[in-house]
């Protein structure tokens, strides 16, 4: 996948590299139980997607081709893929949309930007997409209805000024169902340049007989007789950043709490930072703890923004789980990919990736761990690639069954502008709305939806007209 943003270069690479499922009961049969997807075929089980249910009915659709170990054929996949821009919280009805689809590239401009904002290249094995907010007039996706959530807000306090950018992202998604589960897969892609990688799971749990001590322990009944158990959910992605051109280095900031004069002779505490710029792949390799905050920016010393600030992203860590199991245990190293919730290292083409389809059969002695790239080498100014990880502790309860929900079992990591611009890039966006106590009719909200036949109708809706009278 190659991801750029106003033309930019942001990542040459993100990829998922495994899916773990690991269970724990009192019976040797679930105690044992480590599923590594990327085993199972994670990317090749991908399946067509229900329109209006797994995708907005506005979504546009690709196919998909994969070729799977055991397979004497590549097998093709109709509408597996779904791209759509999304606004939060609003269902635009009858918007008009233009969608023109060439081979296997797709090209989409939001209407209501005025210059290229960012380009997205998806590559797999069999298939690619391209989705570019570009400027063109041939190929074009026309979307027109605002966000109920903005991508930057303000009310002033004194109710004499509003100011508002809709929010939209375009989203990439895909399924796939292995065995029992699914994991919904999407890339969000936000115009003020944030992208995220978010997959929910849904699918059935794995059972068990149930018995009354596993309530304390294992897991709640899902019927009369029948458990899940627990188990653990984390994801592991390889993130290639190419900040300002290859040369990147770490700037980790390190959350403390110091120390002020109150002015009466007391001390005061106080939010501060350490920041520190790794040197080396050990110093940039680090599990998320509570108690030592951290967060880690990849940055181009070289390139500076207006404010002579290094140009750089952030990987925001959404969702890290603490591997509770001790070191040196014998599937540890095939597991590699959890003892660290982030971890840069130097780009080598021999380094991959960090798990293997063969590690679910070699657990105590994988053909590949991402433990063996964090080995000393100097990290500063190089072609950086970080590796991070997203988890969860399923705790089977009676809601799971028939199947579990999406709601609430979300695993995922963002990339964030961070002094990579002047000022929010969203501020491009040409649908931005400023209010004051001399535009009470409120006509830019009203002329952003004109001639669109969206619902709710956005004409009838008087927001700061009385509020500026009343205030």
Not at 327 to 354: C, N, V, W
Request: glycine share 8%.
């Amino acid at each position: 996948m190659d991801v750029r943003f106003k033309g930019e270069r942001i990542a040459y690479e993100i990829s998922m590299q495994e899916a773990l499922a690991s269970y724990g009961a009192g019976d040797l049969s679930q105690a044992n139980t480590v599923y590594l997807d990327s085993h199972w075929g994670i990317g090749a089980s991908v399946r067509e997607l229900v329109q209006g249910v797994d995708c907005p009915m506005t979504a546009a659709y690709m196919d998909a081709v994969t070729f799977f170990k055991g397979s004497s054929k590549p097998n093709y996949h109709k509408n597996a893929i779904c791209v759509f821009e999304h606004n939060p919280g609003e269902r635009c009805m009858n918007c008009s949309r233009t969608l023109v689809l060439r081979r296997v590239s797709c090209r989409l401009q939001p209407s209501h930007s005025r210059q290229a904002a960012a380009k997205v290249q998806l590559h797999t094995s069999t298939a690619w997409l391209e989705g570019l907010y570009h400027a063109s007039s041939r190929l074009r996706l026309h979307v027109g209805c605002p966000a109920d959530t903005p991508v930057l807000r303000h009310y002033s306090y004194s109710y004499q000024f509003y100011g508002a950018i809709p929010g939209a992202s375009l989203v990439v998604r895909m399924v796939s169902e292995i065995n029992n589960y699914d994991y919904i897969a999407d890339l969000i892609l936000s115009n003020d340049g944030m992208l995220e990688v978010k997959v929910v799971t849904s699918g059935y749990v794995q059972a068990a007989a149930f018995q009354n001590y596993y309530r304390n322990s294992y897991g709640y009944p899902l019927t009369f007789n029948i458990s899940g158990t627990l188990h653990t959910h984390v994801l592991a992605w390889k993130v290639d950043l190419d900040i300002a051109g290859t040369s990147n280095s770490v700037n980790i900031h390190h959350m403390k709490v110091g120390e002020a004069d109150d002015g009466a002779g007391g001390t005061i505490y106080i939010n501060k930072y350490e920041a520190q710029i790794a040197e080396t792949e050990e110093e940039a390799a680090y599990q998320a703890m509570m108690l030592t905050p951290k967060v880690p920016v990849v940055i181009n010393e070289n390139k500076k923004n207006g404010y002579g600030s290094p140009r750089g992203y952030k990987v925001q860590l959404n969702r890290p789980l603490l591997n509770l199991e001790p070191p040196g245990y014998a599937r540890s190293k095939a597991l590699g990919f959890m003892k660290y919730s982030f971890a840069a290292t130097q780009h080598k083409d021999e380094e991959a990736h960090s798990s293997s389809i063969y590690g679910q059969a070699r657990l105590s002695n994988p053909s590949t761990s991402v433990t063996d790239y964090v080995d000393g080498e100097p990290i500063r100014n190089k072609d950086v690639v970080v590796w991070v990880n997203s988890g969860l502790y399923h705790i089977p309860v009676a809601e799971d069954a028939p199947v579990t929900t999406t709601t609430g079992n979300m695993l995922s990591f963002s990339l964030v502008p961070f002094n990579w611009a002047n000022e929010s890039p969203a501020t491009d966006m040409a649908d931005m709305i400023q209010i004051n106590l001399q535009n009470k009719a409120v006509p830019a909200i009203k002329q952003a939806v004109a001639g669109l036949n969206c619902a709710p109708g956005f004409a009838d809706i008087p927001f700061l007209e009385s509020g500026f009278e009343s205030a």
